[in-house]
T-cell receptor, first 118, second 110 residues
Framework: NAGVTQTPKFQVLKTGQSMTLQCAQDMNHNSMYWYRQDPGMGLRLIYYSASEGTTDKGEVPNGYNVSRLNKREFSLRLESAAPSQTSVYFC?????????????????FGAGTRLSVL | AQRVTQPEKLLSVFKGAPVELKCNYSYSGSPELFWYVQYSRQRLQLLLRHISRESIKGFTADLNKGETSFHLKKPFAQEEDSAMYYCALNRETSGSRLTFGEGTQLTVNP
């Protein structure tokens, strides 16, 4: 059971280049997320998808686009990379199943993609 | 607006000493709070949730609505507890939309 898988693990881009970060989960979760992690700022939500076919902006969506390709896959695209997008990117999916009367609301994370934009 | 604050970026204790990682939140609704942990070279993972009221790896956290806090505590720290700890608030009444704190890097010295 792989859980949440992200590719690539590392990437170096030049300013203005584009790339797509891939994410797949095999836990049959409805919701998926993209975060960026920066020192001293914790994790900030870029985009999320509550179900296949829907996507919504998070706290820091500027400069990014996403695609929920199917229930398993949720990709993040940088159309024109900027140095400010140097960060570690995490994909997550959540178990929104019920536990008694309450939803579990547990998020499971990928291993991360370390991106440098020069 | 929802906000989670972890006032200590770095926390260093000796093995066997008690440890407390602070977390304060602001939220107008009924909060759902979590602690996530990231060990070196591992992915972020759930440590515990306030609704479970459980102890994981010797850690406990109690939701104090009066003080709007959810501090993480362990009576006797171990070297393997060294990690980055994030407090997170779920701001949705259904589903999961987490707001994370800035994180606290805990180092347990031998």
């Amino acid at each position: 059971n792989a859980g949440v898988t992200q590719t690539p693990k590392f990437q170096v881009l030049k300013t203005g280049q584009s790339m797509t970060l891939q994410c797949a989960q095999d836990m049959n979760h409805n919701s998926m997320y993209w975060y960026r992690q920066d020192p001293g700022m914790g994790l900030r939500l870029i985009y999320y998808s509550a179900s296949e076919g829907t996507t919504d902006k998070g706290e820091v969506p500027n400069g990014y686009n996403v695609s929920r390709l199917n229930k398993r896959e949720f990709s993040l695209r940088l159309e024109s990379a900027a140095p400010s997008q140097t960060s570690v990117y995490f994909c997550a999916s959540s178990d929104d199943g019920r536990e008694g009367l309450r939803a579990k609301n547990i998020q499971y994370f990928g291993a991360g993609t370390r991106l440098s934009v020069l | 607006a929802q906000r989670v604050t972890q006032p200590e970026k770095l926390l260093s204790v000796f093995k066997g000493a008690p440890v407390e990682l602070k977390c304060n939140y602001s939220y107008s609704g009924s909060p759902e709070l979590f602690w996530y942990v990231q060990y070196s070279r591992q992915r972020l993972q759930l440590l515990l949730r306030h609704i479970s009221r459980e102890s994981i790896k010797g850690f406990t956290a109690d939701l104090n609505k009066g003080e709007t806090s959810f501090h993480l505590k362990k009576p006797f720290a171990q070297e393997e507890d060294s990690a980055m700890y994030y407090c997170a608030l779920n701001r949705e009444t259904s589903g999961s939309r987490l707001t994370f704190g800035e994180g606290t890097q805990l180092t347990v010295n031998p």
